[in-house]
């Protein structure tokens, strides 16, 4: 995922809020004062550009002055292969880790890599977001959606696709550009959506239409901004970012669905920083954040923070949101089959 934000401007943007935390103001503070012992910790992240990770950083050690952010950012798997590295070696260097690929984390807890750790501040999200690990072990920090992106200037917004089998009809035959769940966590979760809703002769139909099929999701707002194709299967806050910039790209929420894709954080078993990482956890569900990521067009999952010009709230759509069971069991057959259908 993509957030272009100049990271001055952003700062200046979210003017970093004076609200308590969820939790109880002297447990806040208790965390704080063991979390400014240990002065400092580790965060992986995949959910957020390096400006957008450098924004939240900053925005924490303003809120919490003592405690420095160690803010890597890498891709998901990059991320993950890293820190399976490091638990192998018993030395994990990440205190917190975000991953886009939610299917990483119950792999994570049966290793027993991970601390149970329940925000406080998950109270105050969506409430069909919470609980995302019935046992705490990680949490719900971020939501991103799947649904329709179009070429504004080749075609009107009445006669854009309007559901995920309008896709398959003929008119749309070598005018589709997709990403490949082989290489996007977020299309790897669409397909376990669209098997589970229509079956896989959904996806036999659509290879009929002859698509173009990139690698990362974002790859289909780039072919459309070009002209080489009409129709995709793309992330909107990608797709709003970009019509932000005067670029041709227009969203469709599925009348059938918008597909959910929930971020996960957790804290790694035996961090260097257990408090700061617990407070770390909290501040990332906080109305901070969610102002940082509703500038990216990202939706908001706190009811008191409203999405930004042009986007919907997750309260106004139709949504599918594969659970992390379902998406560690099914991907990795769907990416073989996804390989035979599209002959990849």
Do not use: C, H
């Amino acid at each position: 995922m993509k957030i272009v934000m100049a990271l001055a401007a952003a700062i200046s943007a979210l003017g970093i809020s004076t609200a308590a935390l969820a939790m109880d103001a002297e447990k806040e503070k208790a965390l704080y004062e063991a979390a400014k012992q240990e002065g400092s910790l580790t965060w992986y992240t995949a959910q957020f550009d390096q400006n957008m990770a450098a924004v939240i950083s900053n925005a924490f050690s303003e809120r919490y002055p003592g405690i420095a952010v160690n803010g890597i950012k890498a891709t998901a798997q990059v991320s993950f292969q890293r820190l399976l590295l490091e638990i192998k070696a018993g030395q994990p260097l990440a205190d917190v880790f975000s991953s886009t690929d939610v299917s990483q984390f119950p792999q994570l807890k049966e290793m027993g890599a991970l601390e149970a750790y329940t925000p406080a501040n998950e109270s105050e999200i969506v409430a069909e977001y919470r609980n995302l690990d019935p046992e705490g072990y990680y949490t719900t920090t971020l939501v991103s959606l799947i649904g329709i992106v179009y070429n504004t200037d080749k075609i009107g917004e009445a006669d854009a696709p309007k559901n995920w089998t309008d896709l398959t009809n003929a008119e749309w035959a070598g005018k589709g550009a997709y990403g490949d769940p082989n290489y996007s966590g977020m299309m790897g979760v669409w397909t376990v959506a669209m098997a589970d809703k229509y079956g896989w002769d959904f996806f036999e139909k659509l290879a009929k239409t002859d698509p173009q099929i990139g690698r990362s999701i974002d790859d289909a707002v780039t072919l459309l901004n070009s002209g080489e194709r009409l129709v995709g299967i793309g992330d909107p806050s990608t797709a709003l970012q970009s019509a932000a910039k005067g670029n041709p790209v227009g969203v469709i929420y599925p009348s059938d669905g918008a597909v959910a894709v929930k971020f996960p954080s957790a804290v790694l078993k035996n961090a260097k920083s257990p408090n700061a990482a617990k407070l770390f956890m909290e501040f990332l569900l906080s109305e901070d954040v969610m102002k940082i990521a509703v500038e990216g067009f990202l939706p908001s999952i706190r009811p008191d923070v409203p999405p930004s010009s042009g986007a919907k709230a997750l309260d106004d759509l139709s949504v599918i949101a594969p659970t992390p069971g379902d998406v560690a069991a099914k991907v990795a057959g769907n990416r073989e089959k996804w390989r035979d259908t599209f002959g990849m």
